[in-house]
């Protein structure tokens, strides 16, 4: 599954975008999120505050108990500041 | 078959480029004599912000969900108000203080359509769309945060 | 001595010709950076109205006191909302559907006090502004009347 | 004192202004609509809704019980319908 990190999150971890192969046990966005955590202080750093980070499947908001089943792409990334 | 004279064309754009709104206003209008109210908002990049002096705001966006957001909100404010066209760009990339970064034009037949269904896209633009905002001023650089007065302004638009 | 970056022009046109709005745009947000947000409504005349499909729309005023109405509604709205510049222009003559009719800008940091601003404005250029509109169909030629609708629309900006 | 006329009201009065001398016992805007529509058919057309009817002194909306004294310029017209 395709991950992609936006704004300060992208810079917390240092890329833009990846390819990853969670767990089975890992199945929804905070499961997702909790298990990138543990991957190193740099992805521990732009996750510190879950309720923070907004995440998106496939270009959809989701909330954080979404599941991840299926999901080609999953973005992860700061509340939303445009306009 | 559609007539163009009640079809509502959705134009939306995400670009580095300027816009020019007299030129997106006509392409909306041209040969149409059913619109009577055109509302434009433009936002721009401004210095003085709640902190310090901004001398630059650099916009990264999501691409591709950033498209399918801003439509699903077009698709939601042609079903919410009569409009005759909507033309939503957004610029990425940086900015200098007094340029231009977003535009949404709405056209109805009447006013008060086209400054709700304006009002509705912008505040759903600043808190939904993927876009992000990265300041520049004399005491550094950092990501604009989200305000919570945007939150409320886009909740008043849920239905309940 | 009132800093050019804090003041709010506001400009006042009652005329024939057709307006540019990239250029009364450009006017209001010319070398200022204190501008966030600009909101513009254009009035265009439409060819279908309630009744009879409307061949021109001829547009009558009371000069003096036209640009002194709308030139308090104005004021009002400078003191009402933190703007940043006002641009209202009001056409005069015989028009043909699709051509313009009134434009009125409003310039300020934040987009809400833009919207509101130019929502109350046309509320009151439609009922309070001395303009009355001349219709010409293939059923004749009549007075528009005055809708119970643009009333309520102006009365909601009442101070109670 | 001066009076203008405008739309309709000006149609039916046939013309768009001219400057009467009302007698003082004319006070009121209310009181000028009906001297004025006592001068002729077509003032009394003009006027036929007086309730329907706007004025305005010296370029300011005024209520039908508005004081006329002093007044440089009443204008007649119909509910506004511009923008």
Redesign the interface.
Known sequence: MKV?Y???VRERVGKAEETIEPPATVRTVEELIAWLSGRSEAYAYAFEKPKVIRA?ID???VKSDAAIAGAREI?F??????? | MISPVTACPVTIRIQADDFDIAREIAALTKSRTDIGAVVSFSGICRADDDSAKVSALTLEHYPGMAEDEIRRHADEATSRWPLNGVTIIHRVGRFMPGQNIVLVLTASQHRQAAFQAAEFLMDYLKTSAPFWKKEESATGTGWVEAHARDDEAAARWTKS
């Open positions: 992609k936006f704004a300060w998106a270009h959809a908001h973005a990334f700061p509340p939303m500041t445009g306009g």
